[in-house]
Protein backbone atom coordinates (compact mmCIF):
# COMPACT_ATOMS: atom_id res chain seq x y z
CA UNK A 1 0.00 0.00 0.00
CA UNK A 2 1.28 3.56 -0.52
CA UNK A 3 0.52 6.57 1.13
CA UNK A 4 0.48 10.05 0.16
CA UNK A 5 1.95 12.35 3.48
CA UNK A 6 1.90 15.91 3.28
CA UNK A 7 1.88 18.65 6.00
CA UNK A 8 2.19 22.80 6.14
CA UNK A 9 -0.26 23.65 3.12
CA UNK A 10 -1.07 26.50 5.10
CA UNK A 11 -4.15 26.68 2.88
CA UNK A 12 -5.50 30.37 2.82
CA UNK A 13 -9.33 32.00 2.19
CA UNK A 14 -8.01 34.98 0.86
CA UNK A 15 -4.64 33.37 -1.57
CA UNK A 16 -6.81 31.25 -3.81
CA UNK A 17 -4.04 29.72 -5.07
CA UNK A 18 -3.04 27.84 -1.66
CA UNK A 19 -6.63 25.87 -2.51
CA UNK A 20 -5.04 25.08 -6.09
CA UNK A 21 -1.92 23.56 -4.53
CA UNK A 22 -3.87 21.64 -2.77
CA UNK A 23 -6.43 20.66 -5.72
CA UNK A 24 -3.22 19.60 -7.37
CA UNK A 25 -1.80 17.41 -4.74
CA UNK A 26 -4.76 15.26 -5.05
CA UNK A 27 -5.50 14.91 -8.47
CA UNK A 28 -1.68 13.75 -8.35
CA UNK A 29 -2.66 11.81 -5.85
CA UNK A 30 -5.51 10.04 -7.41
CA UNK A 31 -3.37 9.66 -10.58
CA UNK A 32 -0.95 7.60 -8.81
CA UNK A 33 -3.93 5.44 -7.65
CA UNK A 34 -3.19 6.42 -4.02
CA UNK A 35 -6.01 5.55 -1.67
CA UNK A 36 -4.79 7.19 1.48
CA UNK A 37 -3.28 10.93 2.95
CA UNK A 38 -2.08 11.51 5.73
CA UNK A 39 -1.67 15.23 6.45
CA UNK A 40 0.47 16.43 9.22
CA UNK A 41 -0.75 19.24 10.09
CA UNK A 42 -1.16 22.88 9.23
CA UNK A 43 -3.92 22.37 6.42
CA UNK A 44 -5.06 25.43 6.47
CA UNK A 45 -3.67 28.78 7.53
CA UNK A 46 -6.00 28.93 10.58
CA UNK A 47 -9.08 28.14 12.28
CA UNK A 48 -11.18 30.52 10.79
CA UNK A 49 -9.86 29.70 7.05
CA UNK A 50 -10.75 25.77 8.07
CA UNK A 51 -14.11 27.38 8.72
CA UNK A 52 -14.86 29.56 5.59
CA UNK A 53 -13.33 26.62 3.47
CA UNK A 54 -14.84 23.88 5.04
CA UNK A 55 -17.08 22.65 2.73
CA UNK A 56 -14.52 23.50 -0.33
CA UNK A 57 -12.31 20.93 1.77
CA UNK A 58 -15.17 18.25 1.45
CA UNK A 59 -15.76 18.72 -1.87
CA UNK A 60 -12.45 18.22 -2.85
CA UNK A 61 -11.80 14.69 -1.43
CA UNK A 62 -15.41 13.58 -2.07
CA UNK A 63 -15.18 14.53 -5.69
CA UNK A 64 -12.01 11.63 -5.85
CA UNK A 65 -11.39 8.15 -5.57
CA UNK A 66 -9.37 8.66 -2.36
CA UNK A 67 -10.60 6.79 0.29
CA UNK A 68 -9.38 8.39 3.50
CA UNK A 69 -7.77 11.34 4.77
CA UNK A 70 -6.45 11.50 8.32
CA UNK A 71 -5.99 14.84 9.19
CA UNK A 72 -3.30 14.85 12.23
CA UNK A 73 -4.29 18.71 12.68
CA UNK A 74 -1.46 21.42 13.13
CA UNK A 75 -1.01 24.71 15.80
CA UNK A 76 -2.59 26.67 12.83
CA UNK A 77 -5.94 24.42 12.14
CA UNK A 78 -6.77 25.11 15.92
CA UNK A 79 -6.06 28.60 16.50
CA UNK A 80 -6.27 32.44 14.89
CA UNK A 81 -2.50 33.17 14.85
CA UNK A 82 -2.76 36.75 14.34
CA UNK A 83 -5.62 37.36 15.78
CA UNK A 84 -5.27 35.25 18.95
CA UNK A 85 -9.33 34.99 19.07
CA UNK A 86 -11.26 31.56 18.42
CA UNK A 87 -14.98 31.62 17.58
CA UNK A 88 -15.28 28.48 16.43
CA UNK A 89 -13.91 24.78 17.15
CA UNK A 90 -12.48 22.50 14.74
CA UNK A 91 -14.19 19.57 16.80
CA UNK A 92 -17.10 20.69 15.66
CA UNK A 93 -16.29 21.42 12.30
CA UNK A 94 -18.06 18.94 9.77
CA UNK A 95 -15.50 17.95 6.64
CA UNK A 96 -17.48 15.32 4.83
CA UNK A 97 -17.48 11.48 5.08
CA UNK A 98 -13.90 11.06 4.41
CA UNK A 99 -12.03 13.76 6.21
CA UNK A 100 -10.70 11.97 9.67
CA UNK A 101 -9.74 14.91 12.02
CA UNK A 102 -7.29 13.82 14.51
CA UNK A 103 -7.17 16.43 17.63
CA UNK A 104 -5.64 13.98 20.27
CA UNK A 105 -3.35 10.97 19.75
CA UNK A 106 -4.92 8.43 17.87
CA UNK A 107 -4.21 4.82 16.26
CA UNK A 108 -5.67 3.92 12.68
CA UNK A 109 -4.99 -0.19 11.51
CA UNK A 110 -4.93 -0.75 7.94
CA UNK A 111 -4.03 -3.06 6.19
CA UNK A 112 -0.84 -3.72 6.78
CA UNK A 113 0.20 -0.68 8.80
CA UNK A 114 -0.57 0.82 11.82
CA UNK A 115 -0.56 4.79 11.57
CA UNK A 116 0.01 6.92 15.28
CA UNK A 117 -1.14 10.22 14.85
CA UNK A 118 -0.09 12.80 16.98
CA UNK A 119 -1.34 16.39 16.65
CA UNK A 120 0.18 19.53 17.79
CA UNK A 121 -0.65 19.90 21.57
CA UNK A 122 -2.98 22.71 22.24
CA UNK A 123 -3.10 21.68 26.11
CA UNK A 124 -5.22 24.38 28.50
CA UNK A 125 -5.54 21.93 31.50
CA UNK A 126 -3.83 19.36 33.07
CA UNK A 127 -5.88 16.96 32.11
CA UNK A 128 -5.32 17.43 28.23
CA UNK A 129 -1.32 17.63 28.82
CA UNK A 130 -1.60 14.02 30.11
CA UNK A 131 -3.28 13.18 26.96
CA UNK A 132 -0.23 14.24 25.17
CA UNK A 133 2.15 13.10 27.45
CA UNK A 134 4.37 10.35 25.47
CA UNK A 135 5.10 8.54 29.05
CA UNK A 136 1.42 8.54 29.83
CA UNK A 137 0.36 7.32 26.24
CA UNK A 138 2.62 4.11 26.15
CA UNK A 139 -0.42 1.96 27.70
CA UNK A 140 -2.87 3.07 25.25
CA UNK A 141 -0.50 2.08 22.52
CA UNK A 142 1.25 -1.32 23.10
CA UNK A 143 3.03 -3.09 20.95
CA UNK A 144 1.89 -3.13 17.85
CA UNK A 145 1.24 -5.74 15.68
CA UNK A 146 2.78 -5.05 12.47
CA UNK A 147 5.12 -2.63 10.82
CA UNK A 148 3.67 1.07 12.99
CA UNK A 149 4.46 4.61 11.97
CA UNK A 150 3.78 7.63 13.53
CA UNK A 151 2.51 11.46 11.81
CA UNK A 152 2.88 14.21 14.22
CA UNK A 153 2.76 18.05 14.09
CA UNK A 154 5.74 18.82 16.68
CA UNK A 155 9.42 19.13 16.36
CA UNK A 156 12.03 16.64 17.40
CA UNK A 157 13.71 17.41 21.19
CA UNK A 158 17.14 17.10 19.72
CA UNK A 159 16.50 19.93 17.13
CA UNK A 160 15.35 22.35 19.77
CA UNK A 161 17.18 22.77 22.63
CA UNK A 162 17.19 23.25 25.93
CA UNK A 163 12.53 22.25 25.26
CA UNK A 164 10.91 20.68 27.88
CA UNK A 165 9.98 17.40 25.98
CA UNK A 166 6.42 17.15 26.08
CA UNK A 167 5.59 20.97 25.10
CA UNK A 168 5.10 20.93 21.08
CA UNK A 169 8.32 18.64 20.64
CA UNK A 170 8.63 15.14 21.10
CA UNK A 171 11.51 13.22 22.72
CA UNK A 172 14.00 11.67 20.69
CA UNK A 173 13.02 8.35 22.18
CA UNK A 174 9.50 9.06 20.60
CA UNK A 175 10.23 5.83 17.65
CA UNK A 176 11.37 3.71 20.18
CA UNK A 177 8.60 4.18 23.13
CA UNK A 178 6.05 3.33 20.38
CA UNK A 179 8.09 0.97 18.14
CA UNK A 180 7.36 3.28 15.43
CA UNK A 181 9.75 2.58 12.16
CA UNK A 182 9.21 6.33 10.61
CA UNK A 183 8.04 9.18 12.14
CA UNK A 184 6.96 12.01 9.73
CA UNK A 185 6.98 15.37 11.29
CA UNK A 186 5.04 18.50 10.34
CA UNK A 187 5.33 21.94 11.52
CA UNK A 188 9.31 22.52 10.70
CA UNK A 189 9.03 24.26 7.10
CA UNK A 190 12.46 22.39 6.22
CA UNK A 191 13.03 18.87 4.81
CA UNK A 192 15.03 16.94 7.39
CA UNK A 193 16.10 13.72 8.00
CA UNK A 194 17.31 12.51 11.68
CA UNK A 195 17.49 8.34 11.82
CA UNK A 196 13.57 7.11 11.12
CA UNK A 197 12.37 10.68 11.47
CA UNK A 198 11.45 12.85 8.71
CA UNK A 199 9.92 16.41 8.17
CA UNK A 200 7.75 16.84 5.52
CA UNK A 201 8.25 20.17 5.01
CA UNK A 202 5.93 22.79 3.99
CA UNK A 203 4.01 22.04 1.04
CA UNK A 204 4.03 25.46 -0.03
CA UNK A 205 6.02 28.37 0.46
CA UNK A 206 4.52 30.15 3.35
CA UNK A 207 6.73 33.06 3.76
CA UNK A 208 10.11 34.95 2.92
CA UNK A 209 13.15 31.92 3.15
CA UNK A 210 10.97 29.01 1.91
CA UNK A 211 13.50 27.97 -0.43
CA UNK A 212 13.84 24.69 -2.22
CA UNK A 213 11.18 22.33 -3.99
CA UNK A 214 7.68 22.15 -2.14
CA UNK A 215 5.83 18.74 -1.99
CA UNK A 216 4.83 15.21 -0.69
CA UNK A 217 6.02 12.31 0.15
CA UNK A 218 4.59 8.79 -0.92
CA UNK A 219 5.52 5.96 1.42
CA UNK A 220 5.49 2.67 0.45
CA UNK A 221 4.30 0.36 3.51
CA UNK A 222 5.78 -2.59 1.91
CA UNK A 223 9.17 -1.78 1.09
CA UNK A 224 9.48 0.73 3.72
CA UNK A 225 10.77 3.27 1.39
CA UNK A 226 9.52 7.18 0.59
CA UNK A 227 9.52 9.32 -2.13
CA UNK A 228 9.55 13.21 -2.61
CA UNK A 229 6.73 14.49 -5.21
CA UNK A 230 7.49 18.34 -6.01
CA UNK A 231 4.04 20.02 -6.29
CA UNK A 232 4.97 22.74 -8.68
CA UNK A 233 1.64 24.83 -7.60
CA UNK A 234 3.43 25.07 -4.25
CA UNK A 235 5.73 27.56 -5.65
CA UNK A 236 10.00 28.69 -5.45
CA UNK A 237 11.20 31.08 -3.31
CA UNK A 238 13.84 33.02 -4.85
CA UNK A 239 16.00 36.08 -3.95
CA UNK A 240 17.22 38.52 -6.14
CA UNK A 241 19.83 41.36 -4.80
CA UNK A 242 19.53 44.77 -6.85
CA UNK A 243 21.69 47.27 -6.92
CA UNK A 244 19.60 51.17 -7.40
CA UNK A 245 21.29 54.23 -8.24
CA UNK A 246 18.66 56.84 -8.65
CA UNK A 247 17.12 55.82 -11.99
CA UNK A 248 19.69 53.43 -12.50
CA UNK A 249 18.81 49.46 -12.07
CA UNK A 250 21.27 47.43 -12.05
CA UNK A 251 19.51 43.69 -12.09
CA UNK A 252 22.46 41.43 -13.27
CA UNK A 253 21.82 37.67 -14.58
CA UNK A 254 18.70 37.29 -16.82
CA UNK A 255 18.09 33.59 -15.90
CA UNK A 256 14.74 33.00 -16.58
CA UNK A 257 11.87 32.72 -13.76
CA UNK A 258 9.31 29.89 -13.56
CA UNK A 259 5.55 31.00 -13.22
CA UNK A 260 5.35 29.81 -10.15
CA UNK A 261 8.05 31.51 -8.44
CA UNK A 262 7.59 33.84 -5.45
CA UNK A 263 10.83 36.43 -6.49
CA UNK A 264 12.05 38.55 -3.53
CA UNK A 265 13.79 41.76 -4.43
CA UNK A 266 16.51 42.60 -2.02
CA UNK A 267 16.82 46.56 -3.31
CA UNK A 268 20.00 48.30 -1.70
CA UNK A 269 21.27 51.98 -2.83
CA UNK A 270 20.27 55.21 -3.64
CA UNK A 271 17.32 56.87 -4.91
CA UNK A 272 16.31 60.17 -5.18
CA UNK A 273 13.26 60.10 -3.30
CA UNK A 274 9.85 57.65 -2.55
CA UNK A 275 8.47 58.81 -6.10
CA UNK A 276 11.76 57.40 -8.13
CA UNK A 277 11.67 54.07 -5.44
CA UNK A 278 8.16 53.25 -6.87
CA UNK A 279 8.82 53.58 -10.41
CA UNK A 280 11.97 51.00 -9.63
CA UNK A 281 9.50 48.99 -8.04
CA UNK A 282 7.18 49.49 -11.23
CA UNK A 283 10.24 48.89 -13.65
CA UNK A 284 10.74 45.31 -12.25
CA UNK A 285 7.25 44.14 -11.77
CA UNK A 286 7.33 45.23 -15.81
CA UNK A 287 10.03 42.96 -16.44
CA UNK A 288 9.16 40.29 -14.20
CA UNK A 289 5.22 39.67 -15.68
CA UNK A 290 5.31 36.09 -15.79
CA UNK A 291 6.64 35.16 -11.84
CA UNK A 292 3.48 34.32 -9.68
CA UNK A 293 4.56 37.34 -6.99
CA UNK A 294 6.74 39.39 -6.64
CA UNK A 295 8.12 41.14 -2.79
CA UNK A 296 10.71 43.56 -1.77
CA UNK A 297 12.73 44.44 0.69
CA UNK A 298 14.47 48.01 0.60
CA UNK A 299 15.90 48.15 3.91
CA UNK A 300 19.11 48.51 2.34
CA UNK A 301 18.04 51.69 -0.15
CA UNK A 302 18.08 55.08 0.99
CA UNK A 303 16.75 58.62 -0.20
CA UNK A 304 19.83 60.41 -1.21
CA UNK A 305 18.73 63.67 0.99
CA UNK A 306 20.42 61.42 3.68
CA UNK A 307 23.68 61.59 2.35
CA UNK A 308 23.82 64.58 0.59
CA UNK A 309 25.35 66.33 2.99
CA UNK A 310 28.62 64.02 4.31
CA UNK A 311 31.49 64.99 2.63
CA UNK A 312 32.94 61.13 2.27
CA UNK A 313 30.16 60.88 -0.21
CA UNK A 314 30.41 64.09 -2.06
CA UNK A 315 34.32 63.53 -2.33
CA UNK A 316 33.56 60.54 -3.69
CA UNK A 317 31.29 61.39 -6.30
CA UNK A 318 32.38 64.43 -7.95
CA UNK A 319 35.79 62.07 -8.46
CA UNK A 320 34.52 59.21 -9.64
CA UNK A 321 32.02 61.14 -12.11
CA UNK A 322 35.00 62.96 -13.63
CA UNK A 323 36.78 59.30 -13.68
CA UNK A 324 33.85 57.73 -15.15
CA UNK A 325 32.92 60.26 -17.93
CA UNK A 326 36.68 60.13 -19.08
CA UNK A 327 36.96 56.84 -18.99
CA UNK A 328 37.08 54.04 -22.50
CA UNK A 329 33.85 52.68 -23.10
CA UNK A 330 35.39 49.00 -22.15
CA UNK A 331 36.08 50.30 -18.75
CA UNK A 332 33.35 51.65 -17.60
CA UNK A 333 31.37 49.02 -16.49
CA UNK A 334 34.37 48.55 -14.11
CA UNK A 335 33.60 52.18 -12.79
CA UNK A 336 30.03 51.33 -12.26
CA UNK A 337 31.28 48.44 -9.70
CA UNK A 338 33.30 50.51 -7.86
CA UNK A 339 30.82 52.47 -7.41
CA UNK A 340 28.48 49.87 -6.22
CA UNK A 341 30.89 48.81 -3.85
CA UNK A 342 31.66 52.26 -2.76
CA UNK A 343 27.76 52.75 -2.40
CA UNK A 344 27.47 49.05 -0.47
CA UNK A 345 30.11 49.63 2.00
CA UNK A 346 29.40 53.43 2.93
CA UNK A 347 25.54 52.32 3.50
CA UNK A 348 26.64 49.61 5.01
CA UNK A 349 29.61 51.57 7.37
CA UNK A 350 26.62 53.79 8.57
CA UNK A 351 27.57 56.91 6.37
CA UNK A 352 23.54 57.45 6.23
CA UNK A 353 23.99 58.80 9.56
MN1 LIG B 1 3.16 25.30 9.56
Redesign the pocket.
Known sequence: MKIALI??L?VAASLPWTQQVWEAFLSRVEEENISLVVVG??LFDSLDDAYTLRQWLAHSVDKTRISRLLWIV???DLTNPTTGKQVYRLADMNFGEKVEVCLTPDLWVEDGIEIMGYPFPLVRTEEEREAFSPSKLLSRFPSPEQRRIAVA?VGLASWVPHMSEEAEVIPKTFATMFQCERVFL??I?QRLEDGVYRTLG?ARV?RKGESGEHGYLVYDTETHTERFENLPEGRVFQEKEVFVFYDQVEDREEKPFSSHTWLHFDLYGVVQNDAQKEKIKDHLRQKYTNVAEITFDEEGLFLSSVLANHPVWQIFLSKWEKHYEASPEEEKSLWLLAREIFVKDFLQQGGRG
Do not use: A, E
Request: aromatic share 8%; hydrophobic share 5%; glycine share 22%.
Open positions: SDHGDGNHHGHHSW
